[in-house]
């Protein structure tokens, strides 16, 4: 009984992917890389099936980022209007004290 040979997933999309495109004939490629026909169609129909959500991902972390920055400028934004205010407290603050204003 022959071991099952195991397919790392870069393979695998090569091996779909040359059987989409249709420049070799499926024989040809099961002779290449010792693979059953059955598997390559497999393979094929993943591909083309879960295929779009290669660029899901990518959106979802995308929009984790874009989230990320948000949040961080939010911080950003509460922290100036704090420094605003406790400027302006000073400020006044300042004016009330003797001899700081403008009756020199």
Not at 37 to 44: F, I, Y
Request: proline fraction near 3%; aromatic fraction near 8%; include cysteine.
């Amino acid at each position: 009984m022959a071991q099952k040979k195991k397919w790392s997933p870069s393979a695998k999309f090569e091996i779909a992917l040359l059987a989409i495109k249709g420049e070799t004939t499926l024989n040809e490629i099961c002779k290449r890389y010792e693979v059953a026909p059955s598997q390559v169609h497999a393979w094929r129909k993943q591909l083309l099936e879960q295929g779009a959500q290669l660029f899901v991902k990518s959106d979802k972390a995308a929009e984790a980022v874009t989230f990320e920055l948000e949040r961080k400028q939010s911080k950003l934004y509460e922290k100036i209007g704090q420094l605003t205010v406790e400027r302006d407290l000073l400020k006044k603050s300042w004016e009330k004290l003797p001899g700081s204003g403008d009756d020199s």
